[in-house]
């Protein structure tokens, strides 16, 4: 706990800078760093938060009130105190990284009652892919994107070093756990239906038989396969790569360094190999965990040895699309060979049911995001404008 002094002196230091201004005011260096450290905190709470919630969803009735909502809820708060900061005092972010994060906490804060008037009128609705709930991920991943061009803007008039490499990269890897959040229903379902055929259950049965009864059908498997993989088969692999590499597509195109886009992919898979036994042997359910972002994270950078930009995003798109369902169909292959710790079930190399015709569309889909992409940037200099973040100023 920090001393009442401890407090009086962050006050003391921060208050002076409490006036009003227009974005892209010029910003002390301390205060830019202590603002985007603070953006870091805020997703941190909300990652963790997050990576909880599945499982919870997946073990418990839901609740307004569960820990895992209440540690989002937290990184939400702190997130608003940014936005209200960055707007009132123009610290820190230009206009358009000003209006992008305001309009992604705008959109999530409008989310947040939708999301509970939709769960008092169509009860459990536990898929993540409702609209309420993708309300969410749209609100945060604005609220991101506002946030990494704040950061690449405004780190980049400074020397060059690791700490404006390794914060970018770090935006990028909350922005990937985002947009691969949804995915995380079929991550777990998966593994709950193979729970279900080796007689062992991860819900409540409270749980179980609330969603039984609003199928209005038995506790069965027909029952268990609605609940926990209510999505096409097709839809995991095809989002996962048209929209999660099309990130790791921009992150290496923005940080500008061989490795960042499997970096990225790494630290995101990382976190959740990490969490996976802080879940499992707590007793919540488990997930398969997505290492095929890494594999092609890894083609994705490769492809950018390429030097033309069109055959950087053919030959990218057609690699990276390979890689990721030939991982897939690997961990597909594996699963109920690799067990995990809890009650002896499938573990962290099993895959959600994967549909391998839906690679054309997912390839030409990420095809046409990667053109996209290089189009826009042969159209704007993406490297870092001289941003107005200085050394030493006085508010």
């Not at 003391?12 to 450290?37: D, I, K, M, N, S």
């Not at 990269?169 to 947009?179: I, S, Y």
């Not at 929209?243 to 995101?268: C, D, H, K």
């Amino acid at each position: 706990m920090k001393s009442p002094a401890s407090f009086k002196r962050a006050a003391e230091w921060a208050l002076p800078y409490w006036t009003r201004g227009q974005a892209g005011r010029e910003t002390p260096q301390e205060l830019f760093r202590v603002l985007y450290f603070g953006w870091l905190a805020a997703f941190t709470l909300k990652v963790l938060g997050s990576a909880w919630d599945v499982s919870w969803h997946f073990k418990w009735l839901r609740d307004d009130l569960a820990p895992p909502h209440l540690l989002n809820s937290a990184g939400t708060a702190l997130a608003l105190a940014l936005t209200i900061i960055h707007g009132y005092t123009g610290y820190g972010v230009d206009k358009v990284a000003l209006r992008t994060i305001q309009w992604g906490t705008g959109i999530f804060l409008v989310a947040v009652p939708l999301d509970l008037i939709n769960h008092r009128v169509n009860g459990l609705d536990i898929t993540s892919w409702s609209p309420s709930h993708i309300m969410l991920y749209v609100g945060t991943f604005f609220m991101i994107a506002g946030v990494i061009r704040g950061w690449f803007m405004g780190a980049g008039a400074r020397p060059p070093g690791r700490e404006r490499t390794v914060v970018l990269g770090a935006l990028f890897a909350f922005f990937l756990e985002n947009v691969h959040f949804p995915e995380q229903h079929q991550e777990y379902g998966i593994l709950s239906i193979g729970a279900w055929d080796n007689k062992a259950v991860y819900a409540e049965p409270i749980l179980l038989q609330f969603a039984a009864d609003q199928m209005e059908r038995p506790v069965d498997r027909t029952m268990m396969t609605g609940f926990a993989l209510p999505v096409p088969d097709f839809l995991y692999p095809v989002y996962a790569v048209v929209v999660g590499l099309s990130v790791l597509v921009v992150a290496r195109l923005l940080i500008g360094r061989f490795g960042a886009a499997t970096l990225v992919a790494a630290a995101y898979v990382g976190f959740r190999t990490l969490v996976w036994p802080l879940l499992t042997f707590t007793g919540f359910p488990p997930s398969a965990v997505p290492f095929f972002l890494v594999v092609a994270g890894l083609l994705v950078d490769v492809a950018f040895l390429v030097r033309v930009p069109v055959a950087r995003a053919v030959l990218g798109a057609a690699g990276a699309t390979a890689a990721a369902y030939g991982t897939l169909v690997a961990q597909s292959a594996i699963m109920g060979q690799v067990y995990g710790a809890v009650k002896g079930q499938e573990g962290l190399l099993g895959a959600p049911p994967l549909a391998t015709s839906s690679a054309v569309w997912a390839g030409l889909g990420l095809l046409a995001a990667w053109l996209a992409v290089e189009w826009i940037a042969g159209k704007r200099d993406l490297q870092p404008i001289e941003a107005r973040v200085i050394a030493t100023a006085t508010p």
